[in-house]
């Protein structure tokens, strides 16, 4: 498997010294695994002046981190949904696929110490806030049927625990370094796993949706949902027991402990030893 990009396009708080505000493309690789070294993922980031934001200055700036990095990614993820058009033509344009994505927390990480760190020393800063990949919730929609009606539960794992995932029989999965986090080993991170007799075609399908994060939502009942994309938003199941309410609960609680780090995991009944799908996740600003 190739690497994957995350990539934001949007003015910064600069002023040139016709006082326009100074775009900038900045990308970085994503991390894949749980034993990924951070200072080693490709990371690229130029100035664009105000009168040259459109795709073409873009994508030309993508090849030229392609250039750099030595080889093109398989895929781009952006969050930034307002410049949706320009970033998918530009990235199309340079023979890659751009997906809307609220998986980009190696560019979140990026544009927040590039606002503390780089900008302020730039001649026309302005200040300001920093960029967020905080999204709107979307209202949250039913399960395909062919995936509906599978047995779920609760449960958590330590972070050094986690640590062994290269060692696990898994189909379809995706994680990051726990360090890269801030998540220590002895921390416990909660999690859902799905249980189904089709665990290999749900897992391929969850594959393919951009997964960000889960969240028990109690806006219309109780609710575990799957936010995925940079809209869609999945209803897992309608939580009515009083011990799984409980549960959820205690999910939410070990999330936020955990800096808003957990999993979902697909198997084929609760007696399996492997995984259809596994994925480590995060909640941003949890």
């Not at 199309?92 to 997906?99: H, R, S, W």
């Not at 026309?124 to 919730?137: H, I, M, N």
């Not at 290269?166 to 859902?192: H, K, M, N, Y």
């Amino acid at each position: 498997m190739g690497s994957i990009w995350e990539l934001d396009f949007y003015s910064r708080p600069i002023l040139d010294e016709n006082q326009k505000k100074v775009w900038e493309v900045v990308i970085c690789e994503s991390p894949l695994d749980i034993r990924t070294k951070t200072d080693s993922l490709f990371r690229y980031a130029q100035y664009c002046p105000s009168t040259e934001v459109n795709s073409v200055w873009l994508r030309t700036a993508i090849q030229e981190a392609i250039s750099k990095a030595g080889e093109a990614p398989i895929k781009i993820r952006f969050f930034r949904r307002q410049m949706n058009n320009m970033i998918v033509k530009a990235c199309e344009d340079a023979g890659i696929p751009a997906l809307p994505s609220r998986r980009t927390l190696a560019l979140n990480q990026l544009l927040k110490q590039r606002m503390e760190e780089v900008y302020p020393q730039e001649p026309g800063y302005q200040g300001g806030t920093t960029p967020s990949v905080r999204l709107d919730s979307p209202l949250p929609q039913r399960l395909p049927d062919a995936l509906e009606g599978q047995q779920w539960v609760f449960v958590s794992l330590s972070a050094a625990d986690l640590a062994e995932m290269p060692e696990w029989e898994i189909g379809f999965s995706e994680a990051f370094p726990l360090d890269f986090v801030q998540v220590s080993p002895e921390t416990r991170i909660p999690g859902v796993l799905i249980f189904s007799p089709r665990a290999l075609p749900i897992a391929g399908w969850m594959s393919g949706l951009e997964l960000a994060f889960l969240r028990v939502d109690t806006s219309q009942g109780t609710r575990l949902v799957l936010e995925t994309g940079a809209t869609e938003s999945w209803i897992l199941a309608n939580i009515k027991n009083p011990t799984t309410l409980q549960e959820a609960r205690g999910f939410e609680e070990a999330k936020q402990k955990a800096n808003g780090v957990h999993f979902i995991g697909v198997q084929s009944n609760p007696e399996a030893e492997s995984f259809a799908g596994f994925w480590l996740l995060q909640e941003v600003g949890v």
